[in-house]
């Protein structure tokens, strides 16, 4: 059973807004830290945002100023909030909780004219 599940991805044209969530099935959600990571064709997988279980973020220096993360403890959601996106935020975005092997499966965020 996958125990982070991510919706949110879609197609976009640049400049477009897109809201990815990741609901967490386990137990203890709001003693972890998550984070949002994403993954292009033929690169690594890199950080996009992370939350601490205290509400501290940070950012990629890629997306900051245009990115946001913010967590709902009450329902087992970690969100990422996307603004002017480019063509090179084109990627699988996928949801972790920080420290352990948990990941979801991915989401696919496709920005293009």
């Known amino acids: 059973q996958v125990r982070l599940v991510e919706s949110g991805g879609g197609l976009v044209h640049p400049g477009g807004s897109l809201t990815l969530s990741c609901k967490d099935s386990g137990t203890m959600f709001e003693e972890n830290a998550m984070a949002w990571y994403r993954q292009m064709p033929g690169n690594e997988r890199d950080m996009v945002a992370f939350?601490?279980?205290?509400?501290?973020?940070n950012y990629g220096d890629s997306v900051k100023g245009r990115f946001t993360i913010s967590r709902d403890n009450a329902k087992n959601t970690v969100y990422l909030q996307m603004a002017s996106l480019k063509e090179e935020d084109t990627a699988v975005y996928y949801c972790?909780?920080?420290?352990?092997?948990?990941w979801g499966q991915g989401t696919q965020v496709t920005v293009t004219a």
């Open positions: 972790h909780i920080a420290g352990t092997g948990h």
């Open positions: 939350i601490g279980h205290r509400g501290m973020t």
